[in-house]
């Protein structure tokens, strides 16, 4: 079983390079993404691409929810004290 799941990382290396095939898929990341993806590349919270980190997120509400996290827990001290 353990050589079933290395095998394709060995077939990887062997045949393509890591390298290249990282390479090769990024360029067809990049092909297909959205131009409303394109622009806001590395310009937004919601979108960064690099070499090690795909985060597509056109409508990041991450700081929202935080926001209203805070609030609710702020309302809830409130009552308590």
Known sequence: KLLVATLP????KRILGVDALEKL????Q???MSPA???AMNNS???FVSDSVLKLY????RRLFAEKFKSKY????Q???
Not at 25 to 28: G, S
């Open 58 to 61: 056109l409508g990041d509400r």
């Open 9 to 12: 990382m060995i077939i990887k």
């Open 74 to 77: 702020d309302e809830l001290l």
């Open 37 to 39: 993806l394109k622009l």
């Open 25 to 28: 898929a990024k360029n067809l």
């Open 45 to 47: 919270d919601g979108v």
């Open 30 to 32: 990049l092909k297909i």
């Open 79 to 81: 009552k308590i004290n």
